[in-house]
């Protein structure tokens, strides 16, 4: 039998024999303190001193571990396996190294995370639905339990430094201010990486994010001219690996790296852009027909797949009109700019590796997607979080919201927070049918994985179709490295991993498969896979029509009709055997069923409660009064005061002067939000609704000077979510200016953006004093009080 040397391990076949200079599997952790080699006497000339070498608790010579994993990006989309957006770095992985074709992930952006670091399913771990939609059922809760190590705190007690940078997404969005708490946050002692760079959020302005450094959310300063998030986390990110190389030599490391590319907003420059000027002119339907093309001649998918319809309920190229047309390809041109741009800062980490002399000794796991390419674009727009507020538009006011602001070349700059349209996302599922937020179809939960091992995995072409999952990284790590899954953490008993090893794999391709079941559930939306076939239910919700359909407050999962599938002769799930296996259906229907109980999956489309049945009910500052004073910025939206969306009276203590000038408070961004500033003798609130309507309220009367008392007050006239807002503002008692918001959001303005006070920190809510953001009033403020009315 073949012996392959894995640094201090020897694998034969798929067990992982520890070597004589390997590990101390440990099932508690942390590691006891080491003895003493010393003795202390009475006196020192009693006493011996004979301090013993560090333990180690690694194998000799432990490989870096680095995970790579972008964000809303299709299956089809990566040149590396047919796909029309250039990939060097996956390329260069994919050469010297193996790639998975059914691998998979949990259809959602949280949950796949929070998948991917535990090794344990995500509703098992609290993430049954994305943090900022959590509540209180067991398996949606948003916190990772500390019954549920992350790989980071494994791998610290063993002796990794560990980094994480780029998107979080799995703390509570109620626990991310200043104040914490902080036991959830990346460098929290729950979840426990020692460094985090990056925004806690679900999605960033990649101009101007708000970037927290461990626990301290930085100056927005660092979004300066020619900035761009992307490249700022690959610099933080080889500025740490060489540090940890040059200061702690002998100490391995683990870098979690995942940007916030290609989710929405699509932000890049304009020339990463221009690269694909022409490319997507034939539209999305011409495009999936090339990839698939591609797809079988370079044997990723097999040669009897099938390619799936487009659904009905989606509009096809031909269906666009010509003068919308331009307005759709460069939404799309962005987001391959976007997406190309992400993936070549992915390989400066191997530039690094290489300068420090660790590529050889770095095992890396590049998942291309935490789900599908996102419909979340809907009809192509400029302000993406419309979607999320139930907001319907049409499509000629986002284009004439960007002409007013500049045309075509605004889509993808600072003014714009654009997504592209969902039949770019259908095609970028090939051949699969759906998109993100599906987990019945493999177009919301199949993703390439690539693992490179230079030295140690041997390059392989040959595509491994073996059934896997992203809680099968965990454990493929930990059998790399000999280490056993601890029993328990802290003190903590730990639940069981769900994920098993891929480790099998890595020298035998065609390999029978291990992972033997599986489920996926997310918002009613689910499938169970065994041994090759798999039911599934498409759910409640099409995340590609807009709106929100009543009918949805009445569905019930007993009354879902199920599909099935036979992969061993359908690898694309494009025909339905259900009718003609009702006993298949019911067995995996109650495979499922099993798995949802264990895995706190119930109740069944569980995840729908905040975002459809009571809103009210998602993580937010539960107070209805809020005092703050100048001093209080960058307060992250999901705990900052609804000024936007409730009945509310703001009161503001202020001292006005002739000059004065500068926002008074604001909350959001360009791409949607609110403020009020001073200037010109006049106060100006402005309700931004996602750039396509602004309502601009001012006073025309003189402003008296001295310490003034200026009211905002806010009523909802109507009981539909995006009902209009009277607003009336008044100086000193005096009514000055009133005026009407003909629609509101009611979720949420940004996802990563900012309630300010003196200031609007990060992106500017207004176009009116866009060039001189932050726009800090120049004077005091005493206090700004919210009082909700209702």
């Excluded at 419309?386 to 605004?410: C, F, P, R, S």
């Excluded at 008993?493 to 769900?498: K, N, S």
Aim: charged residues 20%.
């Amino acid at each position: 039998m073949e012996v392959t040397k894995f640094r201090g391990l020897c694998y034969f076949g798929a067990v992982a024999l520890v070597s004589a200079t390997g590990v101390h599997a440990q099932d508690a952790l942390p590691f006891p303190p080491a003895p003493s080699g010393s003795k202390a006497g009475p006196t020192i000339a009693e006493s011996t001193y004979n301090p013993l070498p560090p333990q180690s608790h690694l194998p000799e010579n432990a490989p870096n571990i680095v995970i790579i994993m972008l964000d809303d990006v299709g299956p089809a989309l990566p040149h590396t396996f047919g796909g029309p957006i250039t990939t060097p770095t996956l390329d260069a992985l994919a050469e010297e190294g193996i790639a998975f074709s059914r691998f998979h992930n949990a259809a959602m952006c949280s949950p796949t995370r929070a998948s991917l670091l535990t090794g344990r399913n995500h509703h098992r771990v609290g993430y049954g639905q994305i943090a900022e939609l959590a509540n209180d059922w067991d398996g949606y809760t948003g916190h990772i339990p500390r019954t549920s190590a992350t790989v980071a705190k494994v791998l610290s007690g063993y002796g990794y430094a560990t980094a994480a940078f780029g998107k979080w997404h799995n703390t509570p969005a109620n626990e991310t201010t200043t104040v914490g708490p902080y036991t959830n946050w990346p460098v929290g002692e729950g979840v426990g990486f020692d460094y985090f760079y990056g925004f806690l959020a679900g999605e960033s302005s990649q101009w101007e994010p708000a970037v927290v450094e461990n626990t301290i959310r930085l100056d927005p300063s660092h979004g300066k001219e020619g900035y761009h998030f992307t490249e700022d986390m690959a610099d933080k990110a080889v500025s740490w690996m060489k540090q940890v190389h040059a200061l702690t030599p002998d100490r391995p490391f683990l870098v979690y790296w995942a940007p916030g590319a290609s989710h929405g907003p699509h932000h890049i420059f304009k020339d990463w852009a221009d690269k694909y000027k022409g490319k997507f002119d034939t539209g999305w339907d011409q495009m999936r027909d090339d990839i698939f093309a591609k797809q079988k001649e370079l044997g990723w998918v097999p040669s009897d797949t099938d390619l799936t319809a487009r659904p009905d309920s989606l509009a096809g190229w031909s269906d666009i009109p010509e003068d919308e047309r331009a307005f759709q390809l460069r939404l799309m041109e962005v987001f391959a700019g976007y997406t190309e741009h992400a993936d070549t800062q992915a390989g400066r980490l191997l530039n690094a590796l290489d300068a420090i002399g660790e590529r050889e000794n770095t095992l890396i796991f590049y998942v291309w997607g935490d789900n599908g390419s996102s419909a979340e674009g809907q009809n192509g727009t400029i302000s993406e979080l419309l979607a999320q507020n139930g907001i319907k538009t049409e499509i000629k006011d986002h284009i004439k919201a960007m002409d007013d602001l500049g045309g075509l070349d605004v889509l993808g700059s600072p003014k714009a927070d654009n997504m592209y349209h969902a039949g770019w996302a259908w095609a970028g599922s090939t051949p699969y049918r759906s998109t993100k937020l599906v987990a019945a179809h493999f177009g919301g939960t199949r993703t390439p994985l690539v693992i490179s091992w230079p030295g140690h995995i041997t390059p392989d072409r040959r595509p491994r179709g073996q059934f896997h999952h992203v809680n099968d990284i965990v454990p493929t790590i930990y059998d790399v490295l000999g280490i056993k899954p601890p029993k328990t953490v802290d003190g903590i008993t730990q639940d069981p991993l769900d994920g098993i090893s891929m480790a099998y794999t890595f020298d035998a391709p065609e390999a029978e498969g291990q992972k033997h079941g599986q489920y996926f559930e997310v918002m009613g939306s689910r499938s169970y896979y065994k041994d090759d076939w798999i039911a599934s239910v498409f759910g409640p919700r099409t995340p590609w029509v807009p709106g929100i359909d009543p009918a949805i407050l009445q569905w019930s999962p007993d009354k879902d009709s199920w599909e099935l599938h036979d992969l061993s002769k359908d690898h694309s799930q494009a025909h339905d055997l259900a009718t003609d296996n009702p006993d298949k259906v019911k067995e995996l229907k109650d495979a499922f069923l099993i798995d949802a109980k264990d895995n706190k999956v119930f109740p069944v489309g569980g995840g729908l409660w905040s975002i459809i049945f009571h809103p009210e009910d998602a993580p937010h500052n539960p107070a209805t009064e809020f005092t703050y004073t100048q001093e209080v910025i960058q307060v992250p939206e999901f705990t900052a005061p609804k000024v936007g969306a409730r009945s509310n009276l703001v009161t503001i203590e202020a001292e006005l002067k002739p000059d004065s000038a500068g926002v008074l408070y604001a909350l959001g961004a360009f791409s949607g939000g609110l403020a009020l500033w001073v200037d010109q003798g006049k106060l100006t609130y402005e309700y931004n609704l996602f750039e396509i309507d602004r309502t601009q309220i001012a006073t025309t009367d003189t402003l008296p000077t001295g310490k003034v008392t200026i009211e905002i007050e806010t009523t909802k006239t109507s009981k539909d979510h995006t009902g209009p807002l009277d607003i009336v503002i008044r100086v000193n008692g005096t009514e000055m200016a009133n005026g009407t918001v003909p629609r509101s959001a009611p979720l949420t303005f940004t996802a990563n953006d900012a309630f300010d006070v003196g200031q609007d920190s990060y992106s500017p809510v207004s176009e009116a004093y866009f060039d001189r953001k932050p726009f800090a009033f120049n004077g005091i403020i005493d206090q700004v009080k919210v009082a909700y009315k209702e």
